[in-house]
């Protein structure tokens, strides 16, 4: 059996949890920001966002190429 080193989904168990990385607001690389299951039919995901930990928000698929809308003033 593979071990993959990440830890084991706490929702499916079937899943790894892996991290992702963003950036902040300034710009500074944020490691680990996010840690989301590889099984795409639990979803389970944690965030970290100014200090605070979200579990299970909804996750949106990037793909359509639409990013984040900013308004200019």
């Known amino acids: 059996?593979?071990?993959s080193g990440f830890p084991k989904c706490i929702k499916c168990h079937g899943g790894d949890l892996v991290p992702l990385s963003d950036f902040g607001s300034q710009g500074a690389?944020?490691?680990y920001k996010?840690?989301?299951c590889t099984?795409?039919?639990c979803g389970f995901?944690?965030?970290i966002?100014?200090?605070d930990i979200y579990i299970n928000e909804?996750?949106?698929n990037g793909a359509n190429g639409r990013g984040?809308?900013?308004s200019v003033v």
Request: aromatic share 4%; hydrophobic share 35%; proline share 8%.
């Open 34 to 36: 996010a840690w989301v």
């Open 45 to 47: 995901n944690l965030k």
């Open 58 to 60: 909804p996750i949106m």
């Open 39 to 41: 099984n795409p039919d």
């Open 1 to 3: 059996m593979e071990q």
């Open 68 to 70: 984040r809308q900013n």
């Open 49 to 51: 966002r100014n200090g």
């Open 29 to 31: 690389s944020i490691k």
